[in-house]
T-cell receptor, first 115, second 114 residues
Framework: DAGVTQSPTHLIKTRGQQVTLRCSPK?????VSWYQQALGQGPQFIFQ???????QRGNFPDRFSGHQFPNYSSELNVNALLLGDSALYLC??????????????FGQGTRLTVV | KNQVEQSPQSLIILEGKNCTLQ??????????LRWYKQDTGRGPVSLTI?????NTKSNGRYTATLDADTKQSSLHITASQLSDSASYIC?????????????FGTGTRLKVLA
């Protein structure tokens, strides 16, 4: 049973460019959440997708956008990259219709470096 | 504002020693609290979950406690091993009726020395 998979694992982009990160949730999960984790910090919530729609959003600018596909996989897009966007981007999957105490499973993350 | 604060920020102990990590939260409505272990550059992995009615839960050498009245939790690690070196993140789930959000603490970085 595959867990949460993210691609790519590492990425280097130039300031001003655009980037797309991908996530496949754990089998049986239908909800995907994205987090940004700066070095030495805890993960910060970006947004959550369920039924192909953005359901919740954290305090991130519109440069951060996403998409969820019918197979529950998800993409995170960041436009006009800034140096401050350099971070580990984590994807977490949960089962929306599950019990109240459903566990979030995390992927290994994508390390984005903006130069 | 929903917040999760952890202390200490970092900790260095010798192999075989015990340690306790703290987590204070102001989250409403509270659903559950989890402790995650995050190795450098990897995704967090759940160690234990605490619900409102639970006071103590153990997972091997890890024991978590929860005081819902004071909104505090602790993670006690017994007989530490080199492999315990990681960041430990307290995550509180907020919400009800099927809409949940995870609020992360900034973590405690633990270093176990031989």
């Amino acid at each position: 049973d595959a867990g949460v998979t993210q691609s790519p694992t590492h990425l280097i982009k130039t300031r001003g460019q655009q980037v797309t990160l991908r996530c496949s949730p754990k089998s049986g999960h239908d909800t995907v959440s994205w987090y940004q984790q700066a070095l030495g910090q805890g993960p910060q919530f970006i947004f959550q997708y369920y039924e192909e729609e953005e359901r919740q959003r954290g305090n991130f600018p519109d440069r951060f956008s996403g998409h969820q596909f019918p197979n529950y996989s998800s993409e995170l897009n960041v436009n006009a990259l800034l140096l401050g966007d350099s971070a580990l981007y984590l994807c977490a999957s949960t089962q929306r219709a599950g019990a109240k105490n459903t566990e979030a499973f995390f992927g290994q993350g994508t390390r984005l470096t903006v130069v | 504002k929903n917040q999760v604060e952890q202390s200490p920020q970092s900790l260095i102990i010798l192999e075989g020693k015990n340690c306790t990590l703290q987590c204070n939260y102001t989250v409403s409505p509270f659903s559950n609290l989890r402790w995650y272990k995050q190795d450098t550059g990897r995704g967090p992995v759940s160690l234990t979950i605490m619900t409102f009615s639970e006071n103590t839960k153990s997972n091997g050498r890890y024991t978590a406690t929860l005081d819902a009245d004071t909104k505090q939790s602790s993670l006690h690690i017994t007989a530490s091993q080199l492999s315990d070196s990681a960041s430990y993140i307290c995550v509180v789930s907020a919400g009800d009726s099927g809409t949940y959000k995870y609020i992360f603490g900034t973590g405690t970085r633990l270093k176990v020395l031989a």
